[in-house]
């Protein structure tokens, strides 16, 4: 009888063991490929100190009489309007300039993991890994990051961004014939 319960005992901690050593290892790998990039490319600093401003000015001083046309100019190119005593304003362009450089490192990083995962996914699929949870987990955590950085990078792929869907399409059939254990 007790060999019974010990028995039933395995069974079910087994799969419970699979599970959470599946969702370490998947959780793992995504954080490594989003938190790689931190180590060799630094992201830009916001050194600007001012609030961003994306529309006119509506709160005026009422004994001012602020130049309308200037607040348009200011607001369409991105700028900051940062009021000084006597009824005057400067345009200050800090924040465009951070956004441009922060929009260029986050393209750069999104570039990279998307080679790193595809790279990662080609080389999982050919290691031989005895646990078979642990080699699906690599896999799987490896083409969702993959994904992830594909969509985050779509506005920059722009046009070509099918022909990636299609190439990521064959690596996960590629994948699949490669670890597909019941070969026909």
């Given at each position: 009888m007790q060999k019974k319960i010990k028995a039933k005992n395995i069974v079910i901690e087994r799969p419970i063991y699979n599970i959470i050593m599946f969702a370490l290892v998947f959780a793992l790998i995504i954080a490594?490929?989003?938190?790689?990039?931190?180590?060799?490319?630094?992201?830009?600093?916001n050194n600007c100190g001012y609030v961003y401003m994306n529309a006119p000015v509506t709160q005026t001083d009422t004994n001012c009489n602020y130049d309308n046309n200037e607040f348009s100019t200011c607001s369409q190119n991105q700028g900051d309007i940062i009021y000084k005593p006597n009824c005057k304003f400067d345009c200050n362009y800090c924040n465009k300039e951070y956004n441009a450089a922060y929009t260029k490192y986050q393209d750069k990083t999104n570039i990279e993991r998307i080679i790193l995962t595809f790279l990662m996914a080609l080389i999982f699929a050919f290691v031989t890994i005895k646990d078979r949870i642990i080699k699906y987990a690599l896999l799987c955590g490896s083409l969702v990051s993959l994904f992830v950085a594909t969509f985050s990078a779509m506005s920059m792929i722009g046009s070509i961004f099918p022909i990636v869907i299609i190439l990521e399409f064959i690596l996960v059939i590629f994948i699949y014939k490669k670890t597909n254990t019941n070969k026909v």
């Open positions: 490594f490929v989003f938190t790689l990039d931190k180590l060799f490319i630094s992201a830009p600093q």
